[in-house]
């Protein structure tokens, strides 16, 4: 008798055909060779995870009978009040008045960016983005089966007709921005680019998802109120307000306690809560009261200590790119967050750039063509500079240095 084998791919519901594994991804999995410098991997610096905070946390709930059976039991899809309470009272400190109602704890942000996808798109619907964006954001969006349509570089600059943008497309867009810090380039949007997006969104009667991820990590310039702030001055309350602001303790304290959060108005948190009951109930019990344990002693001299880190390495990498690159190359200058964004001379391409650096000079990073939604550039690429000393920063970026020199 012959075992027929099962054709899986044509039981797999039409939303999967978009979704593929991406392949800088499966490149990188490479890369935990020893001697390969990378700044790939855009992951915080383990040395900076408050380790003996979080075990004082632990320590202290276990021994604990009555909070020991609270920690280890089902809890509300919502979150933990105490922590709820914290995240609506900073919120409200950085012109965000609003309550525990208005917040939702995630399983990281990466999950508020699922479920505000499961509830904002339908096929064929039109998600507005930066070029580049935040791949993750596209990989939660893309199973909902969007339209994706790449914000041009000047419409926040006033060069933007809005309703010719959207000729063709389905109206009322979501829009998806990380104004602080992004992921990949490291870049913030000033006041009056925030001021300008949010004009386009009252144009374009546009929900706004802001992620805001690393905004906690500012090390240099001044920080620009959240889309989220600027909305709820115009409308008056987070009730009226059309922006969903993705906060998560990831970047902060740990991305391993999967401890994110959605602050927006309360007719979206519920909405919001239902999608997270069906999805996996809630996020764990202990980690949010261990996370709350965090946040509620020294955060800010652990904020601050993360802030020099990170800041003293983009630092170390402004340096390096400016003492070793060939002419061609711009970069950003970020002041926050843990990434720099380089532009090589017009002929190179990112992708073909890491196979020549892995097996040439040994160093890593990753190509810019998978942060684009609609139109790629394939000249550009990420590098995280979390992760490597100072002394490997300026090493490494040598090493890239050279190779571009060779190949440009
Ligand atoms: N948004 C951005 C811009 C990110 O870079 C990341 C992490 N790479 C996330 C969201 C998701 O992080 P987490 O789920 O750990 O909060």
């Known amino acids: 008798m012959t075992i027929q084998s099962t054709d899986w791919a044509q039981r797999f519901s039409d939303r999967m055909s978009r ?213 709820v001055a115009r409308s008056g309350s987070i009730e009226q307000a059309r922006t969903l602001f993705c906060g998560t303790f990831s970047k902060t304290i740990s991305p391993a306690l999967r401890l994110g959060w959605v602050c927006g108005p309360k007719a979206v948190i519920e909405k919001l809560v239902l999608l997270k009951q069906g999805s996996d109930l809630h996020v764990s019990t202990i980690n949010q009261m261990v996370g709350w344990r965090a946040v509620t002693e020294d955060y800010e001299q652990h904020l601050s200590r993360l802030r020099n880190a990170y800041g003293a390495k983009a630092q170390a990498t402004l340096d390096a790119l400016a003492r070793h690159m060939p002419q061609g190359v711009t970069w950003s200058k970020p002041e926050g967050g843990m990434f720099v964004w380089l532009r090589l001379p017009g002929g190179l391409d990112g992708k073909h750039l890491l196979e020549r650096a892995i097996a040439e000079e040994r160093v890593a990073f990753v190509p810019g063509e998978p942060f684009f939604a609609e139109v790629p550039a394939a000249n550009a690429i990420r590098l995280s500079y979390s992760l490597p000393t100072a002394a490997e920063i300026d090493d490494g970026v040598g090493r890239l240095a050279r190779l571009i020199a060779r190949h440009g």
């Open 19 to 231: 979704v593929r594994a991406n392949e800088i991804r499966e490149l990188l999995k490479l890369l935990d060779q020893p001697d390969i410098l990378s700044f790939a991997g855009g992951i915080p610096d383990p040395g900076l995870f408050p380790a003996e905070r979080i075990q004082a946390g632990y320590d202290a709930i276990l021994a604990d009978p009555d909070l020991s059976r609270q920690a280890l039991q089902y809890s509300v899809s919502e979150g933990y009040l105490p922590l709820r309470e914290w995240i609506a009272e900073r919120m409200a400190a950085h012109g965000v008045p609003c309550g525990p109602d208005n917040i939702m704890l995630t399983a990281g942000s990466q999950q508020a960016l699922d479920l505000l996808g499961k509830l904002f798109i339908s096929p064929g619907d039109t998600v507005m983005v930066a070029r580049p964006t935040y791949l993750g954001a596209l990989q939660a969006f893309t199973a909902y089966e969007p339209r994706y349509l790449d914000l041009p570089e000047d419409a926040l600059d006033g060069g933007c007709d809005a309703q010719a943008l959207m000729a063709g497309r389905a109206p009322r867009p979501l829009g998806y921005f990380v104004p602080d810090y992004a992921n990949p380039t490291g870049e913030s949007l000033p006041l009056a680019q925030r001021e300008a997006l949010l004009d386009l969104a009252q144009q374009l009667d546009m929900t706004l998802i802001e992620d805001a991820a690393y905004r906690e990590l500012r090390f240099a310039g001044e920080i620009q109120p959240s889309l989220l702030a600027l909305d």
